[in-house]
């Protein structure tokens, strides 16, 4: 439980960001993995779009452990700024 509260605090943190850094994370990841948004929606068992409409607002911690497991990563992963130049 107390990875998941500093899993959902650290999300709060960057609410004053664009959540378009957790699509583009993952929109990175499924190139890396060869798959689309599409797929990964169906795999990890969401509804189609859902991951699209975290541009503009707040993504689930149960969708984004969903997502995580769906990718073989974590939700930190997930949620972290990407370095200019590293994906």
Known sequence: ???QLYLYFSLKKIKGKEYGMVLK???ALCRKKGTN????ELKAGI???TI???DKSEPS???LFKVADALGGSVNT???EI???KE
């Not at 948004?37 to 990964?40: G, M, N, R």
Request: net charge positive.
């Open 25 to 27: 994370n993952i929109e």
């Open 78 to 80: 997930l949620i972290r």
């Open 47 to 49: 509804g189609n779009g």
């Open 83 to 85: 370095k200019k130049g």
């Open 61 to 63: 911690l149960s969708s």
């Open 52 to 54: 699209r409409r975290w």
């Open 1 to 3: 439980i107390s990875c």
């Open 37 to 40: 948004i599409h797929q990964l």
